[in-house]
C-alpha cells in the first residue's frame, strides 16, 4: 500500500474537531457541578473525575482548540482571506443582517455581565444546577476548603475536642497517623471524603453562645465571624448557633432599610442591598452601625 505522507490539513481539522468535542463535554459539565467548596468537602465526581479535572480539562482542550482554530486559519490564510473578502463585499447589500449579527453577539456577551434576562436566566438555572447538590446541610463544609486544615487545626477552629475527636475516628476505624494529617488526606485513605469524617466529629463541636454583656465593635465581628462561612448560612441558623433573637435582629436589621426571612442566607440577602454578609452581622451586633459608612458596605 502506497504511503499517502502526513496530511497537514486534515489533522488540523480533525484535532479542531476534536478539541471543540471536549470543550464542549466539559463545559455542559461544569455547568452543573457543585460549587467548588461541595465539590472538594465532598470529593464529587463525574465520570470518574474530579472537578478540577474536569476545569483543567476545559482549559487546555479550549487552548488546543485556539491553537488548531489558528493553525488551521495559517494553512488557508490565502482561502480564508478571499473568502472574508467576499464576504465583506456580499454584506455591504446586506446591512441589516450585519446590524442584526451584531446586536445578538453583543447581547450575549454583555447580557450576562448586567444580568439582563433571558441571558441571567441561563445562569441562574447553572447556579440552581449547583445548589441542588446539596441535599443537607451537612454538604456544607464549616469554612471554605475546610478540607485542606489538619486535623488538629480544624478541630481548634471549630471549637472541637481533639482528644475526643481522635479518640471517635479511631473507635470509627477511622486510620490515621497523627492529627497533623489534612481531612482530605484521612479520607482518602480511608475511600471516604472529607464531609463524612467530620460528621463524626462534628458531635463534639461547641458551640459559643454570644454573650449579651458583650459590646461588639465592628472589628470584633469581623475577628468572631470573618471566615466562618457566615454567608452561606441563614438568619435562622446564624440566630440559633449564636443565642440571638431572631424578631430582634430582625427589626434591627429592618431599621437600616433591610428585610430578610428566616430561611434566607446573609448572602442573598447582602446581595440585594449591595453590601457584605459580614455587615449583616454587625448591623445585629453593633450599635448604630451603618452599613454605607465609610467603613461597611460595597458603597
Same mark, same amino acid.
Given at each position: 500500500?502506497?504511503?499517502?505522507?502526513?496530511?497537514?490539513?486534515?489533522?488540523?481539522?480533525?484535532?479542531?474537531?476534536?478539541?471543540?468535542?471536549?470543550?464542549?463535554?466539559?463545559?455542559?459539565?461544569?455547568?452543573?457541578?457543585?460549587?467548588?467548596?461541595?465539590?472538594?468537602?465532598?470529593?464529587?465526581?463525574?465520570?470518574?473525575?474530579?472537578?478540577?479535572?474536569?476545569?483543567?480539562?476545559?482549559?487546555?482542550?479550549?487552548?488546543?482548540?485556539?491553537?488548531?482554530?489558528?493553525?488551521? !486559519?495559517?494553512?488557508?490564510?490565502? !482561502?480564508?482571506?478571499?473568502?472574508?473578502?467576499?464576504?465583506?463585499?456580499?454584506?455591504?447589500?446586506?446591512?441589516?443582517?450585519?446590524?442584526?449579527?451584531?446586536?445578538?453577539?453583543?447581547?450575549?456577551?454583555?447580557?450576562? !455581565?448586567?444580568?439582563i434576562p433571558p441571558f441571567s436566566?441561563?445562569?441562574?438555572?447553572?447556579?440552581?444546577?449547583?445548589?441542588?447538590?446539596?441535599t443537607s446541610s451537612e454538604y456544607?463544609?464549616?469554612?471554605?476548603?475546610?478540607?485542606?486544615?489538619?486535623?488538629?487545626?480544624?478541630?481548634?477552629?471549630?471549637?472541637?475536642?481533639?482528644?475526643?475527636?481522635?479518640?471517635?475516628?479511631?473507635?470509627?476505624?477511622?486510620?490515621?497517623?497523627?492529627?497533623?494529617?489534612?481531612?482530605?488526606?484521612?479520607?482518602?485513605?480511608?475511600?471516604?471524603?472529607?464531609?463524612?469524617?467530620?460528621?463524626?466529629?462534628?458531635?463534639?463541636?461547641?458551640?459559643?453562645?454570644?454573650?449579651?454583656?458583650?459590646?461588639?465593635?465592628?472589628?470584633?465581628?469581623?475577628?468572631?465571624?470573618?471566615?466562618?462561612?457566615?454567608?452561606?448560612?441563614?438568619?435562622?441558623?446564624?440566630?440559633?448557633?449564636?443565642?440571638?433573637?431572631?424578631?430582634?435582629?430582625?427589626?434591627?436589621?429592618?431599621?437600616?432599610?433591610?428585610?430578610?426571612?428566616?430561611?434566607?442566607?446573609?448572602?442573598?440577602?447582602?446581595?440585594?442591598?449591595?453590601?457584605?454578609?459580614?455587615?449583616?452581622?454587625?448591623?445585629?451586633?453593633?450599635?448604630?452601625?451603618?452599613?454605607?459608612?465609610?467603613?461597611?458596605?460595597?458603597?
Amino acid at each position: 500500500m502506497q504511503n499517502k505522507g502526513f496530511h497537514k490539513r486534515g489533522f488540523i481539522s480533525l484535532l479542531t474537531a476534536l478539541s471543540f468535542v471536549a470543550m464542549t463535554i466539559s463545559g455542559i459539565v461544569l455547568y452543573f457541578a457543585p460549587l467548588g467548596r461541595i465539590a472538594y468537602w465532598t470529593d464529587w465526581k463525574f465520570a470518574l473525575l474530579t472537578k478540577t479535572d474536569w476545569i483543567n480539562i476545559h482549559i487546555l482542550t479550549s487552548l488546543l482548540f485556539a491553537i488548531g482554530a489558528i493553525w488551521h !486559519v495559517w494553512l488557508n490564510w490565502k !482561502v480564508f482571506w478571499s473568502y472574508i473578502a467576499g464576504k465583506i463585499q456580499a454584506a455591504a447589500g446586506m446591512k441589516k443582517e450585519l446590524v442584526i449579527a451584531a446586536v445578538i453577539t453583543i447581547a450575549f456577551t454583555f447580557g450576562p !455581565v448586567y444580568g439582563i434576562p433571558p441571558f441571567s436566566y441561563v445562569i441562574d438555572f447553572g447556579d440552581y444546577l449547583k445548589k441542588a447538590w446539596i441535599t443537607s446541610s451537612e454538604y456544607e463544609p464549616p469554612f471554605g476548603h475546610a478540607e485542606q486544615l489538619s486535623l488538629r487545626a480544624l478541630a481548634k477552629k471549630t471549637n472541637i475536642d481533639l482528644d475526643k475527636a481522635v479518640a471517635e475516628l479511631r473507635q470509627s476505624g477511622i486510620r490515621f497517623d497523627n492529627t497533623s494529617e489534612s481531612l482530605e488526606k484521612i479520607a482518602r485513605a480511608n475511600n471516604k471524603n472529607a464531609m463524612q469524617i467530620f460528621a463524626v466529629i462534628k458531635k463534639f463541636q461547641k458551640t459559643d453562645k454570644i454573650d449579651s454583656s458583650v459590646k461588639f465593635s465592628p472589628e470584633l465581628v469581623e475577628e468572631r465571624f470573618a471566615g466562618t462561612g457566615i454567608g452561606r448560612k441563614t438568619l435562622k441558623q446564624v440566630a440559633e448557633e449564636n443565642g440571638l433573637d431572631i424578631e430582634a435582629s430582625k427589626k434591627k436589621l429592618a431599621a437600616k432599610g433591610i428585610s430578610i426571612k428566616d430561611d434566607e442566607t446573609f448572602k442573598d440577602a447582602a446581595t440585594k442591598y449591595d453590601i457584605y454578609p459580614i455587615d449583616l452581622m454587625k448591623i445585629i451586633l453593633v450599635e448604630n452601625y451603618s452599613p454605607y459608612s465609610e467603613a461597611g458596605g460595597k458603597k
